[in-house]
C-alpha cells in the first residue's frame, strides 16, 4: 500500500476560514481559484504535510448541486465521469498533491432523502463520489483520499443495514485501494465497520475533544483488516472552548479578540497535544498513521488564528517524532 510519507503524517480535516470580508459569491472563478491556492499555501507553511484543498463551500451542495444537474447525470444521482470535477482542484498542478475530502454517500443521501431506504439512490451516490476520486487520482492530485462522514453513528434517521453502509463505502472508495484513504468520523461507533471496507485504510477519530473515543477502538480489528487509525490531537471546537473559558474567567472572550487568541492557544498549546498525540501511540503503536485537527476550522475567527493552531499541531508531531527517534 503506498503512503506520502512514511510513519505518521500530518494532514488537516480541510475547512478555513475566509479573509475578512471576502464573499465567496463575489468571487469570479480565477478569483476563487486563486483564494484556494493562497490558503493552501498558508497551511503548507504552518506545517501540514498533507494539507487538504481548502473547502470553502458547503460540503453537501459543493457535491449534490453538480449531482443533481440533469444535463450532468447518467442517471439519477449518478453523475457523468466527465463531469465528476472538484471545482478546488483546478487551483492546483498536476503532481501538486494534496488531501482530497469528498462527502460520504450516506451524509448526502441524508441531505436529500432522509429516513428512507432507497438503496439503489445510496449507491449511485456513491458510484457518484468514486467518480470524483478517480478523476482526482487520474489527475495526479491525491495524495490522501478521505470521505467524510460526520453522520455515521450519530443521526438516527440512518436506517440502512450494516451490509449496505459497508458496501456503499466500499463503492466510494473503490479508487482509492492501494493508497491512503481515510474516512472522517464523529463518532467511533462505526470505526470497525469502516474498518473492513477495503478500500479505506485509516479510520479518523475525533479524540481532542473526546478522548475516551479511543478506548472504544480495538486496535486488534485494526490489525486484523490491515487498517490504521487517524487521531485527532487538536481541538477545534471553539464554540465549546470558548464557552469553558468564559465561565471560567467570568468574561465574554468574543468581544476581546486578542485574549480569546491567547486563551485558546494556551488551551491547545504543544505541549497539550503531544500528550494527546503520546497517548494515541500508546495506544495504537504502529497502527496511528495520521494526525492533526479534530475537525475543520471554518468557524475559527480568523485565518491567523487557525493558522496558529496549525502551526501548534506541527510543533507537537515534530517533539514526539524527535523524542520517539521517528524523525
Avoid at 463505502?169 to 463518532?187: F, T
Avoid at 483488516?225 to 465574554?252: P, V, Y
Wanted: glycine share 8%; with cysteine; aromatic share 8%.
Amino acid at each position: 500500500m503506498s503512503r506520502p510519507v512514511e510513519g505518521i503524517f500530518y494532514d488537516d480535516i480541510g475547512s478555513f476560514p475566509l479573509p475578512h470580508g471576502v464573499q465567496i459569491k463575489e468571487l469570479s472563478r480565477e478569483g476563487y481559484l486563486d483564494l484556494v491556492g493562497s490558503v493552501l499555501a498558508i497551511k503548507r507553511q504552518a506545517g501540514v504535510e498533507c494539507p487538504t484543498y481548502p473547502q470553502f463551500r458547503d460540503m453537501i451542495g459543493m457535491f449534490m448541486d453538480e449531482i443533481e444537474k440533469p444535463d450532468q447525470s447518467e442517471s439519477p444521482y449518478l453523475i457523468k465521469r466527465e463531469n465528476a470535477i472538484i471545482r478546488e482542484l483546478g487551483a492546483f498542478s498536476s503532481g501538486e498533491n494534496v488531501r482530497v475530502c469528498v462527502t460520504g454517500p450516506l451524509e448526502l443521501y441524508l441531505s436529500a432523502f432522509g429516513a428512507t431506504c432507497y438503496t439503489d439512490v445510496l449507491f449511485n451516490l456513491a458510484e457518484s463520489m468514486a467518480r470524483f476520486l478517480e478523476k482526482a487520482r487520474q489527475e495526479g492530485k491525491m495524495s490522501v483520499a478521505s470521505i467524510d462522514e460526520p453522520s455515521l453513528g450519530m443521526n438516527s434517521n440512518i436506517i440502512f443495514s450494516e451490509d449496505e453502509i459497508m458496501q456503499a463505502l466500499d463503492i466510494a472508495s473503490r479508487p482509492c485501494r492501494g493508497m491512503d484513504c481515510e474516512v472522517h468520523l464523529h463518532s467511533p461507533l462505526y470505526a470497525e465497520i469502516c474498518a473492513r471496507v477495503c478500500g479505506i485504510s485509516i479510520v479518523g477519530i475525533e479524540s481532542a475533544s473526546h478522548p475516551d473515543y479511543l478506548e472504544l477502538i480495538d486496535k486488534k480489528i485494526l490489525e486484523d483488516t490491515d487498517s490504521f487509525i487517524r487521531a485527532g490531537i487538536a481541538r477545534t471546537d471553539i464554540l465549546s472552548m470558548s464557552a469553558q473559558l468564559n465561565e471560567r474567567l467570568g468574561t465574554n472572550l468574543w468581544q476581546d479578540m486578542p485574549r480569546l487568541g491567547r486563551e485558546i492557544m494556551d488551551m491547545e498549546s504543544p505541549a497539550v497535544m503531544k500528550k494527546r498525540l503520546e497517548k494515541a501511540y500508546g495506544r495504537f503503536g504502529e497502527r496511528l498513521r495520521a494526525t492533526g485537527p479534530d475537525c475543520g476550522l471554518g468557524s475559527w475567527p480568523s485565518q491567523d488564528l487557525a493558522a496558529k493552531l496549525l502551526e501548534n499541531c506541527a510543533s507537537a508531531l515534530r517533539d514526539f517524532r524527535s523524542e520517539k527517534g521517528l524523525d
